[in-house]
């Protein structure tokens, strides 16, 4: 595998417009099924799997902690074999679209950082007094059913669909799915892809193979640029600040681009 700093070059000579070309022939439209917001075996239909809960995003977990000399192979099996099983909803967010999320309440609400984010479960293990330990990046808040917070069944819709109640302040790997780019260091939501085009991978969703426009194949291949240099500089961030935290029972440490984090957000040199 070439180097971070290697792919983070080639993910920003990346051509948008080859992009929008491959979303082209591939083709894609949403359906609004939901099946990438909500989690595996939740409180719906148990027959309905979410189909990108298990997004990958945590190579950049992989990059880092392997640059770290830290075990990632729990969280490569986890994300693997993240469909064996019923889960959670699994999305990595940035620690700026968590910011951005925190202030996209409806007039003077603003969420507070749990009420967005949570740490990302590989790596945790399962003490006497909850999770603990250290673990890399942030996913999206879950309800208790292990849908994305941020997701609503539509009742009004004649195809029981959902929709996003942040949908203008969505993350980048919610823009772009069910596409990824062939990169090492970046993300690949659902394990292999089930169709590629050039340098675009696709992953399992129903909306594939429908006709996309080619304004709305760009605005995707826009985002998935985007977000495939987000992720390689998040990475390479993460590797560079990483420091190994004693962590007690019922503690967990989140190392991001900013340092390492209490679930709350704050810096663990904050005092408590």
Not at 11 to 38: P, Q, V
Not at 212 to 226: F, M, N, Q, T, V
Request: glycine fraction near 10%; aromatic fraction near 4%; charged fraction near 30%.
């Amino acid at each position: 595998m070439e180097s971070l700093e290697a792919e983070l070059e080639r993910a920003r000579g990346l051509d948008a417009a080859e992009l929008a070309d491959a979303i082209e022939s591939i083709g894609f439209e949403c359906t609004r099924c939901g099946a990438c917001c909500k989690a595996v075996e939740g409180c719906g239909d148990d027959t309905e799997a979410a189909t990108n809960d298990t997004e990958t995003a945590t190579n950049d977990t992989e990059a880092a902690t392997n640059d770290t000399e830290t075990a990632t192979n729990d969280t490569e099996a986890a994300t693997n074999d993240g469909d064996a099983d019923g889960h959670d909803h699994v999305a990595t967010v940035f620690p700026d679209e968590i910011r951005r999320l925190q202030n996209s309440g409806a007039g003077e609400q603003s969420y507070d950082w749990r009420d967005v984010a949570r740490p990302m479960p590989y790596g945790l293990t399962e003490g006497e007094s909850g999770p603990e330990g250290e673990t890399f990046e942030w996913s999206l808040a879950t309800d208790d059913c292990g849908d994305c917070t941020f997701y609503a069944e539509d009742e009004a819709a004649d195809d029981n669909g959902g929709r996003c109640t942040v949908h203008g302040d969505r993350p980048l790997v919610c823009r772009t799915y069910p596409f990824s780019v062939a990169l090492g260091g970046t993300s690949q939501p659902m394990g292999e892809a089930v169709d590629e085009e050039g340098m675009v991978r696709a992953h399992e969703c129903e909306g594939l193979g429908r006709d996309i426009s080619r304004a709305e194949a760009e605005d995707l291949a826009g985002a998935l640029k985007e977000r495939a240099v987000r992720e390689l500089e998040e990475a390479i961030a993460v590797r560079d600040t990483y420091t190994s935290v004693q962590t007690g029972p019922g503690e967990v440490v989140v190392h991001d681009s900013e340092g390492a984090k209490r679930p709350d957000g704050a810096p663990v040199d904050d005092a408590s």
